[in-house]
């Protein structure tokens, strides 16, 4: 059967408590396509991959999609009423401010597909650690390689500079542009 149409409004006015850290999402379709609801503020330093696209809509506010392009890094910004269709395998470290939200949709993860959390040097830019797991619940799953990485100072040290990655931005690190 069909479900029926979603009021995005009144869901958020019902439901915005169920966005919280480190994630700040939750499912509202898991079938044939993965759809969430995503609200800021976030704090994560990880980038994600995964083997399919994602598709990207800012429904309040901007956000920051962080991305390793071509082996250069550099900061996407998605403003309200945006999308954006980010192609398989790119890195990526989507960042929320306060009071906005965005609507995400994920391809079904193919049988024995990978996705991986990949954190990086900020001195020398490196591959500090990767994290891989099929995916099965996206934010359950995130939240337990993030946290698993915050808890590890060794897997957090950089093997090329020794430099100790971040587990969370520093405070007034990355600029809202929602402030501008």
Partial sequence: MLS???????WLE????????PI????????DVTVMIVGGPNARTDYHINETAEW???YQGKMMLKVVDEGRFRDI??????MFLLPPNTPHNPVRFANTVGIVLEQPRPEG??????????????VVDEAAFHCTDLGTQIKDAVNSFKADEKRRTCDKC???????????????????
């Fill in 77 to 82: 910004i998605i403003g309200e009423g945006e």
């Fill in 24 to 31: 700040n999402n939750y499912c509202v379709y898991n079938k």
């Fill in 4 to 10: 029926s149409p979603l009021n995005i409004p009144k």
């Fill in 162 to 180: 020794g430099t100790m990655a971040d587990s969370a931005p520093a405070p007034g690190s990355i600029k809202d542009p929602n402030l501008e």
């Fill in 113 to 126: 597909s990978l996705d991986r959390l990949r954190w990086y040097c900020t001195n020398c830019q490196q």
């Fill in 14 to 21: 019902e439901n915005s408590h169920m966005l919280q850290p």
């Fill in 56 to 58: 990207f809509y800012q």
